[in-house]
């Protein structure tokens, strides 16, 4: 926790479901009787009206003050680093990919450990939230819940039917086998081109930092399809020595992971 402010930043992943969670809040200065946060646009309109009105609702119910702002994910991912390195830190930060963020600054011991927050909903968490929200601290030396986990996603594909079809395919004959989809994908770039479709692009990955929490997730999906889950095991251990982690990193890596972004 940095001692460079009265605020403690606790960072989590808000979702339009939060209600119950944000009905028994926790302020790190329990004596507070304001709060400020920092909330993650959301994707549509009717997100933030949602994480507006559970706001007001939570301030008219405690007679709390939320002094909240609701910022882009890139401006909020900046604005948070910025606030951890200076030490004015705000009480709570939400955001859809604080593993850009949290795992370095809770094993720095710059986040507020929120287990007994979360421990009340354990039961109710996957394996993978609770691995997804723990983290090491190397002052306290323990792992700790530095994240109170309100959503979890995946990371899916997109395929534009309508554009398959164009190219004189059915996405009905795709094979049902990783590299036998990509390499089916691949078949439609000259058809199309063919056509006159010179802006469209068969496939559009990212691999990439300028948005980390997408580039580390995709990397992360070829990995367990290339048979490399285990590179980091339940217990923490690292296992880039383990050749079939080496092979599958090779893989992910190769010219099916790393075809041109869509424009």
Not at 8 to 37: E, F
Not at 98 to 124: G, H, R, T
Request: overall charge positive; hydrophobic content about 40%; some cysteine.
């Amino acid at each position: 926790m940095i001692r460079m402010s009265r605020r403690s930043a606790l960072v989590g992943s808000v979702s339009l479901a939060a209600t119950g969670a944000l009905s028994r809040p926790y302020i790190a200065n329990a004596q507070a009787k304001t709060a400020v946060c920092w909330l993650n646009q959301g994707f549509i309109p009717q997100e933030d009206a949602a994480m507006r009105a559970v706001a007001e609702d939570y301030m008219k119910a405690s007679g709390n003050k939320l002094d909240y702002s609701i910022m882009p994910f890139m401006a909020m991912n900046q604005k948070t680093i910025s606030a951890l390195t200076s030490g004015d830190v705000p009480d709570l930060v939400f955001m859809d990919a604080p593993s850009s963020i949290l795992p370095q600054n809770a094993w720095d011991d710059k986040l507020e450990d929120v287990s007994d927050v979360v421990s009340q909903y354990e039961s109710q968490l996957t394996d993978t939230a609770k691995m997804c929200s723990t983290f090491y601290n190397k002052a306290t030396k323990k792992r700790s819940y530095y994240l109170c986990p309100i959503k979890q996603g995946a990371t899916p594909f997109h395929v534009w039917g309508d554009l398959i079809e164009k190219a004189g395919m059915k996405l009905s004959d795709a094979p049902n086998t990783w590299d036998g989809l990509w390499n089916f994908l691949k078949e439609t770039q000259k058809p199309l081109r063919a056509k006159g479709m010179r802006k469209i692009y068969a496939l559009g990955l990212q691999i990439t930092t300028v948005g980390p929490n997408d580039g580390n997730n995709l990397f992360a999906h070829f990995m367990i399809a290339n048979g490399g889950q285990n590179i980091v095991t339940p217990d923490g251990k690292l296992h880039t020595d383990d050749p079939k982690i080496r092979e599958a990193a090779i893989k992910s890596v190769s010219p099916t992971a790393t075809a041109p972004a869509s424009s």
